[in-house]
């Protein structure tokens, strides 16, 4: 099945965030005598939003894991890693020229468990904001990764911008992701799944199609016919 689209995540994937995500995490939770480790973070907690990483936590700790309770975390949160990402360039090197090379065959959506207002700081300072014709954000969807409610929004919107008499499908999208959760939620979409092993380790990325150590190490030809070959 030809590749018709490519989906991107945000976190780890074209921006090296989470270590300021993991720090933002923990200054919120050590107030609340909760503290993650970097491991555990890292292996368990990293691609979940942030709504999903505190009530997780929260309940854990047998805490209250009230709508307005969660809300004020995040606002906590949020705060904090803007503030981290305000000054920085944190892109991956070569994200953005991989970006704009898929950007000039295929559409492109990117689906995220970071906020709106977060995710458009990074594509907008990077200078790629206008190059995705559809972003879902943690706000769009009323479950974050694992579950697939994420990439099934952007295929949808992708649909509109696409030939009406060729309807694009699941099978014709291919999702670059950094987390098993990321990798689980695109296969239950029922679209393809290229991984980039940037923020966790390869072995953990095994139920992707292809595999890759960087974006900065992708040649997208490559993985065109990769892809095709897989049938």
């Given amino acids: 099945m030809a590749v018709r689209a490519i989906i991107f995540d945000l976190d780890g994937t074209l921006a090296d965030t989470e270590e300021l995500h993991f720090e933002a995490f923990n200054a919120v939770l050590t107030q609340r005598a909760i503290e993650i480790s970097r491991p555990d973070y890292f292996s ?23 709508a307005t309770k ?4 995040i606002a906590q949160k949020t ?13 991956f090197p070569g994200a953005d ?51 697939p409610d994420g990439f099934d929004a952007a295929l949808g919107r992708l649909g509109y911008i696409l030939p009406p008499h060729s309807a694009l499908v699941a099978g014709e999208c291919v999702v670059v992701e950094d987390t098993p959760a990321g990798i689980e939620a695109a296969r239950r979409a029922g679209m393809r799944v290229l991984a980039v092993a940037q923020t966790v380790a390869e072995s ?28």
């Fill in 44 to 66: 368990r907690l990293i691609g979940y939003d942030d709504r999903d990483c505190f009530g997780l936590l929260l309940r854990e700790h047998r805490m209250a894991t009230d």
């Fill in 70 to 73: 969660i809300a004020e975390l």
């Fill in 97 to 147: 020229e991989f970006v704009r090379r898929c950007a000039c065959r295929f559409p492109l959506a990117l689906v995220t468990g970071a906020l709106r207002t977060e995710t458009e700081m990074i594509l907008q300072k990077a200078r790629l904001l206008e190059l995705f014709a559809a972003i879902v954000t943690a706000e769009d969807v009323e479950h974050g990764k694992p579950s």
């Fill in 79 to 91: 705060s904090l890693y803007q503030a981290m990402i305000a000054e920085r360039q944190v892109l």
């Fill in 204 to 231: 953990e990325l095994l139920a992707a199609d292809l595999i890759r150590p960087s974006l900065a190490e992708t040649d997208l030809d490559e993985i065109l016919r990769l892809l095709a070959g897989l049938g």
